[in-house]
């Protein structure tokens, strides 16, 4: 199916699940036709749609609860109930049972598709799966106290980002929810909260275009902030028919027995609610990875998929397949999923520019009329 087809299909099935904010799926569909590793992000749908095509030798692997969606900048910061700064995937918007084998290839085919880091595929691929093997034999959480320490000063916010956070806050719009969102919002903050505003905000790859909303409220003599986002059923789910009654599965996977979770993550009438502080942020690989570096945190990703994959009870028969895969298996899988995602985005832009060229030519026939 050609993939301006699959859009449509999936928008409109999407419009079932949420009241969409059709100014942010605009806005999505542009971002989608900037460069391929945005399109990527944009489209897991697509992918669940086409990934065992793509990569047929996969399909059996063993199936556990993934990530679906997982990609370079699907990962960031939370503080635990300890207080201690936690690294990790912090999206799990599409999570469902699939071969566990699909969220290694997806990690693999974002730094291939990414300009942003100085690494060859292959070598990514090796990183990737020796973090892997890692956290699949002694899971646990990446603590930037602890073993992960080595983190901390790429991740750490600056005096810069810490005002720009709150400057971003303050040039939101302020919005007037549905009753069960403002509840949300009071349940997600800490008793004796005062001054509560609720904010839209426009954010997001493949999530953009889903209400989005910002609240702050006065406690204990300063602002504190929540996010909530509408979750519906993951993407794989749609793409393999099995959407009617499926449920998301965000907690658990971010609650999942080798975490250490975010206390102020929570579910509550279709929204997933969390905290956001300057120091509860995504890596952004636009502010780069540092060089010589990419191996390091490739096998930090690894470890971390590793580490979330261990809590599935089927995880147990995923060392033997691995051990089977053929030692180039999963540079080649990147590869092969890349060129499916670059077919797309090929489409996709020669759409976008046919359609740019048709909003322009009333202007073209109005200038000739007047000449």
């Known amino acids: 199916m050609p993939f301006i087809d699959d859009d449509a299909a999936y928008e409109a099935w999407l419009r079932k699940q949420c009241d969409v904010v059709e100014a942010d799926l605009a806005l999505k569909h542009e971002r989608m036709a900037k460069n391929v590793f945005r399109f990527m992000r944009a489209t897991y749908f697509r992918w669940a749609r086409t990934i065992e095509t793509l990569c047929p030798d996969l399909a059996t692997a063993p199936a556990v609860l993934a990530v679906g969606d997982l990609h370079l900048e699907n990962f960031g910061t939370w503080r635990d109930a300890e207080g201690r700064l936690v690294w990790g995937v912090n999206d799990f918007d599409d999570a469902a049972i699939m071969p566990y084998a699909f969220d290694l290839v997806r990690l693999c085919t974002s730094v291939r598709l990414t300009d942003s880091l100085a690494i060859k595929t292959r070598e990514a691929a090796a990183s990737i799966l020796a973090g892997y093997r ?45 009753k069960a969102i403002v509840k949300g919002f009071k349940k997600s903050f800490p008793d004796g909260t005062s001054d509560l505003k609720i904010f839209t905000q426009s954010k997001g790859g493949g999530s953009l275009g889903r209400p989005r909303f910002v609240a702050t409220a006065e406690w204990q003599g300063g602002r504190i902030v929540r996010e909530g986002k509408a979750v519906i059923p993951s993407a794989w789910e749609w793409a393999h028919d099995a959407a009617k009654g499926a449920t998301s599965h965000f907690l658990d996977l971010a609650e999942s027995a080798h975490r250490s979770p975010d206390p102020f993550l929570i579910s509550h009438d279709g929204f997933i609610f969390r905290r956001l502080s300057p120091d509860a942020r995504k890596l952004d690989l636009e502010q780069g990875v540092p060089a010589g570096l990419e191996a ?57 520019e046919a359609k740019g060229e048709d909003k322009s030519k009333p202007k073209e026939k109005a200038k000739a009329a007047a000449a």
């Open 296 to 352: 390091l945190f490739l096998h930090a990703m690894g470890f971390e998929l590793g580490s979330l994959h261990a809590a599935d009870k089927n995880s147990g028969a995923i060392p033997a397949h691995l051990s089977a895969q053929p030692k180039s298996w999963l540079a080649d899988a990147a590869k092969a999923a890349a060129d499916g995602v670059k077919a797309d985005f090929k489409e996709w832009k020669q759409a976008a």
């Open 134 to 178: 890692e956290g699949l034999a002694a899971p646990r959480p990446s603590l930037l106290d602890g073993q992960e320490a080595w983190l901390r000063p790429f991740l750490a916010a600056s005096d810069a980002e810490r005002r720009k956070f709150w400057q971003d806050i303050d040039e939101l719009t302020p919005a007037e929810p549905a």
